[in-house]
């Protein structure tokens, strides 16, 4: 799990893609809020299996179909 320290470690990309074409496992944040990264666990149909970063219990479903920004590691120098 990643902690709001943690997140700073980790940078958003720019551009939206499908929630569709992220890998299972990644951290993603939707459009309308950008600056809130949540877990991405794995699409199932129609819908996606997410949970908060805070409260794994804390499950939500995206639309496959969505737009979302992946979040990445900062690379070390």
């Known amino acids: 799990m990643l902690s709001e320290i943690d997140i700073k470690d980790w ?3 720019d551009h ?3 929630l569709y074409e992220v890998p ?3 951290i993603v ?3 309308d809020n950008p600056k809130n990264p949540f877990y991405f666990h ?3 149909g129609a819908y996606s299996l ?3 970063l805070e ?3 804390d499950i939500f479903h995206l639309a496959a179909w969505a737009d979302v ?3 990445e590691p900062i690379k070390s120098k």
Request: hydrophobic content about 30%.
């Open 11 to 13: 940078i958003r990309t």
């Open 29 to 31: 944040s939707t459009e």
């Open 55 to 57: 409260d794994i219990n």
């Open 50 to 52: 997410c949970h908060s």
């Open 16 to 18: 939206p893609v499908k």
């Open 24 to 26: 299972r496992n990644s």
């Open 42 to 44: 794995h699409i199932d």
């Open 69 to 71: 920004f992946v979040w």
